[in-house]
T-cell receptor, first 110, second 119 residues
Framework: AQRVTQPEKLLSVFKGAPVELKCNYSYSGSPELFWYVQYSRQRLQLLLR??SRESIKGFTADLNKGETSFHLKKPFAQEEDSAMYYC????????????FGTGTQLKVEL | GAVVSQHPSRVICKSGTSVKIECRSL??????MFWYRQFPKQSLMLMAT?????????EQGVEKDKFLINHASLTLSTLTVTSAHPEDSSFYIC???????????????FGPGTRLTVL
């Protein structure tokens, strides 16, 4: 069974500090990994996906198959980064289904 | 960008009544729509996958007769919570995807959610 684990419910950092939101997964195969973000009073939206290898809003995430991790990182946190972040997994042939982690609330303090 | 709407945004109903929630893709055709349930401060749990013109595929533990899903067109899917009870109170979120291409994931676009409260 596929599973996504986000160990931190809440992560509080100061503005300008580095951010790392942890995500580990279990999947017997080659999954596709995503980070979704939900800003206050807004809908869930895709932040980035591992196959794109992009940096979005300064965030990056590298898929580490050896450690089965897909941690989200940003070198310098901004106040507007405060949001709920969900790591998600989709398996090939899974019909596009997403399995979500429990989410991490990121709070960036001034 | 792709927009998905949900209606209503909030609904309060009495126990035993049925409630219908609509999910619409406004500017694209959604081959597949998904329905999720989210409890307070918890993750999104996939309830079912709905493909246009065919029966929905329900996740394990989700009652098909309780949560009726219809995907009659490429832009509309509905979730009907039948004979609702207080334990069905939750936040229901839909998402829509333009479709799958082999094993490649196609992005899901999420609706704003519907808050259901059953008294």
């Amino acid at each position: 069974a596929q599973r996504v684990t986000q160990p931190e419910k809440l992560l509080s950092v100061f503005k300008g500090a580095p951010v790392e939101l942890k995500c580990n997964y279990s999947y017997s195969g080659s999954p596709e990994l995503f980070w979704y973000v939900q800003y206050s009073r807004q809908r869930l939206q895709l932040l980035l996906r591992h196959i794109s290898r992009e940096s979005i809003k300064g965030f990056t995430a590298d898929l580490n198959k050896g450690e089965t991790s897909f941690h989200l990182k940003k070198p310098f946190a901004q106040e507007e980064d405060s949001a709920m972040y969900y790591c998600a997994l989709s398996g090939p042939g899974g019909g596009n289904k997403l399995t979500f982690g429990t989410g991490t609330q990121l709070k960036v303090e001034l | 960008g792709a927009v998905v709407s949900q209606h209503p945004s909030r609904v309060i109903c009495k126990s035993g009544t049925s409630v219908k929630i609509e999910c619409r893709s406004l500017d694209f055709q959604a081959t597949t729509m998904f329905w999720y349930r989210q409890f307070p401060k918890q993750s999104l749990m996939l309830m079912a996958t709905s493909n246009e013109g065919s029966k929905a595929t329900y996740e394990q533990g989700v009652e098909k007769d309780k949560f009726l899903i219809n995907h009659a067109s490429l832009t509309l899917s509905t979730l009907t919570v039948t004979s609702a009870h207080p334990e069905d109170s939750s936040f229901y979120i839909c998402s829509a995807s333009p479709g799958t291409s082999g094993g490649t994931y196609n992005e899901q676009f999420f609706g704003p959610g519907t808050r259901l409260t059953v008294l």
